[in-house]
């Protein structure tokens, strides 16, 4: 057993709220004498632990003894599915899908070992000597039968889990020596499948079926990187430092995937996830449009005066803040913090915020005029920037990449924006400078 556990939190054996079944969790060590053959960086092992936990899933299932573990017996299958369902992140900086059986801080390679919270549901039974008897016999076959199943796991897989999170931690690390805020290698695939239990994008599983991995365009530069725990050279897409990079294309296109995706790269994911070569640093924003209650928020430099029904000044707003002052509130306060990235999601921002409007007040910046005034304002921020109906935004940036047909391609900034011009100029004749007159198709 670890030295500490907290009892009630990490270590219980409690009726069901409907007391139809007994839950239970404590830690337990188990000894893995292969783990002595891998001279791997334990600050890696959690590919390794997350290669066993996965193991112990699929056995489960064969396995009578381990039944336990998804409540076989209680008629309440359903809602224990989640300690056996399936999870490709190995480790995250967060407290991310800590309802999934997954590495974490209760789930570690340790001296002896490695440590397990063990969790399960049996039967409900009242109280009793004989029930305690029958209870411990069946959670001591339980254990065993992990026990015997994690001696079964192949090194060769604990060792591929190992170096594919080593590989992540060191091209992580690597990112700011090459200027980069994130690396998208190519073979990437950022699609995802959702279930019941990973119903969000960092923690769905990869897409079944047709899925099309990202390469990146050699206009587009693409640079290469030494992996540390396989020793492998991969080459793909860095975006930099300081860059404005966007994202384009047509409706459902993959454009808040690939996004989505980056995001993602704050993770380390076991092999076969799909995002193990797509690392990006940690720190950056996701500003969106949800309108909040402002209390001395700086709106600056967006915003030049005070919206109505607001009080303070622009560096210090008070009140219900609209969508744009909101994310205007959100992009200020990422750039005061020196965030490294900022992503611009065009689903879920606030357009009139983004590109110049013809009835915007004329106190109102928008993030596209701002680009274009004066880069200094965002220091070595980089934004990244996902949309097709943002035009005007799309063309302050340094480097395009259009996803068609889910493919990604190259786009010239200067012919974005001579095309981009000569649509302007095509739209302008659709509307009508008197009453009933147009220039359409002149």
Same mark, same amino acid.
């Not at 897989?157 to 931690?169: F, H, N, Y």
């Not at 990244?384 to 063309?395: C, K, T, Y």
């Given at each position: 057993?670890?030295?500490?556990?907290?009892?009630?939190?990490?270590?219980?054996?409690? /009726?069901?709220?409907?007391?139809?079944?007994?839950?239970?969790? #404590?830690?337990?060590? *188990?000894?893995?004498?292969?783990?002595?053959?891998?001279?791997?960086?334990?600050?890696?092992?959690?590919?390794?632990?997350?290669? @066993?936990?996965?193991?112990?899933?699929?056995s489960?299932?064969?396995?009578?003894?381990?039944?336990?573990?998804?409540?076989?017996?209680?008629?309440?299958?359903?809602?224990?599915?989640?300690?056996?369902? /399936?999870c490709?992140?190995?480790? !995250?900086?967060?407290?991310l899908?800590?309802?999934?059986?997954? /590495?974490?801080?209760?789930?570690?390679?340790?001296?002896?070992?490695?440590?397990l919270?063990?969790?399960?549901?049996?039967?409900?039974?009242?109280?009793?000597?004989?029930?305690?008897?029958?209870?411990? !016999?069946?959670?001591?076959?339980?254990?065993a039968?992990?026990?015997?199943?994690?001696?079964?796991?192949?090194?060769?897989?604990?060792?591929?889990?190992?170096?594919?999170?080593?590989?992540?931690?060191?091209?992580?690390?690597?990112?700011?020596?090459?200027?980069?805020?994130c690396?998208?290698?190519?073979?990437?695939?950022?699609?995802?499948? #959702?279930?019941?239990?990973?119903s969000?994008?960092?923690?769905?599983?990869?897409?079944?079926g047709?899925?099309?991995? *990202?390469?990146?365009?050699?206009?587009?530069?693409?640079?290469?990187?030494?992996?540390?725990?396989?020793n492998?050279?991969?080459?793909?897409?860095?975006?930099?430092?300081?860059?404005?990079?966007?994202?384009?294309g047509?409706?459902?296109?993959?454009?808040?995937?690939?996004?989505?995706?980056?995001?993602?790269?704050?993770?380390?994911?076991?092999?076969?996830?799909?995002?193990?070569?797509?690392?990006?640093?940690?720190?950056? *924003? !996701?500003?969106?449009?949800?309108?909040?209650?402002?209390?001395?928020?700086?709106?600056? /430099? *967006?915003?030049?005066?005070?919206?109505?029904?607001?009080?303070?000044?622009?560096?210090?707003?008070?009140?219900?803040?609209?969508?744009?002052?909101?994310?205007?509130?959100?992009?200020?306060?990422?750039?005061?913090?020196?965030?490294?990235?900022?992503?611009?999601?065009?689903?879920?921002?606030?357009?009139?915020?983004?590109?110049p409007?013809?009835?915007?007040?004329?106190?109102?910046?928008?993030?596209a =005029? &701002?680009l274009?005034?004066?880069?200094?304002? =965002?220091?070595?921020?980089? #934004? @990244?920037?996902?949309?097709?109906?943002?035009?005007? &935004?799309?063309?302050?940036?340094?480097?395009?990449?259009?996803?068609?047909?889910?493919?990604?391609?190259?786009?010239?900034?200067?012919?974005?924006?001579?095309?981009?011009y000569? #649509?302007?100029?095509?739209?302008?004749g659709?509307?009508?400078?008197?009453?009933?007159?147009?220039?359409?198709?002149?």
């Amino acid at each position: 057993m670890p030295d500490t556990y907290r009892l009630g939190t990490d270590a219980y054996l409690v /009726p069901s709220p409907d007391r139809q079944d007994l839950l239970f969790s #404590f830690p337990v060590v *188990f000894r893995v004498p292969v783990i002595d053959e891998i001279s791997l960086p334990l600050s890696a092992s959690a590919g390794a632990v997350h290669t @066993i936990i996965e193991y112990c899933k699929q056995s489960s299932m064969k396995d009578t003894r381990m039944g336990i573990l998804y409540g076989a017996g209680t008629g309440n299958q359903s809602r224990y599915q989640v300690h056996i369902e /399936p999870c490709t992140i190995a480790s !995250s900086p967060s407290a991310l899908a800590s309802h999934l059986w997954r /590495p974490d801080d209760e789930n570690v390679l340790c001296p002896h070992g490695i440590r397990l919270s063990i969790r399960g549901a049996l039967p409900y039974l009242p109280l009793s000597s004989t029930n305690i008897t029958h209870v411990q !016999s069946d959670i001591g076959s339980y254990l065993a039968a992990l026990a015997d199943c994690i001696h079964k796991v192949p090194v060769r897989q604990i060792k591929r889990g190992w170096e594919t999170v080593l590989d992540q931690l060191h091209l992580r690390s690597e990112l700011s020596r090459m200027g980069l805020v994130c690396f998208i290698g190519d073979g990437t695939r950022p699609a995802r499948s #959702f279930t019941r239990h990973r119903s969000w994008h960092r923690v769905a599983g990869p897409k079944e079926g047709v899925h099309i991995p *990202f390469y990146c365009p050699t206009e587009l530069s693409p640079v290469e990187v030494m992996l540390a725990g396989s020793n492998q050279t991969v080459s793909g897409l860095g975006i930099k430092r300081g860059e404005i990079f966007a994202i384009t294309g047509s409706n459902a296109e993959g454009k808040s995937t690939l996004l989505n995706a980056i995001q993602a790269g704050v993770d380390d994911h076991a092999p076969g996830d799909g995002r193990e070569v797509l690392v990006t640093v940690p720190g950056g *924003f !996701s500003p969106d449009a949800t309108g909040i209650e402002l209390k001395g928020a700086d709106l600056r /430099p *967006f915003f030049g005066g005070i919206p109505p029904g607001m009080s303070g000044t622009p560096d210090s707003v008070c009140g219900q803040g609209s969508g744009s002052a909101s994310m205007a509130y959100r992009i200020s306060d990422a750039l005061r913090r020196e965030a490294p990235y900022i992503v611009i999601d065009e689903d879920r921002a606030a357009q009139n915020l983004m590109v110049p409007c013809y009835m915007s007040h004329s106190k109102i910046r928008s993030l596209a =005029f &701002l680009l274009a005034e004066d880069r200094t304002v =965002f220091g070595d921020t980089s #934004f @990244i920037i996902a949309g097709s109906g943002m035009e005007l &935004l799309i063309a302050q940036a340094d480097r395009i990449l259009r996803l068609c047909q889910h493919q990604p391609y190259a786009l010239s900034v200067p012919k974005y924006r001579e095309g981009l011009y000569e #649509f302007y100029e095509k739209m302008a004749g659709m509307v009508p400078k008197k009453s009933g007159e147009r220039d359409v198709g002149k």
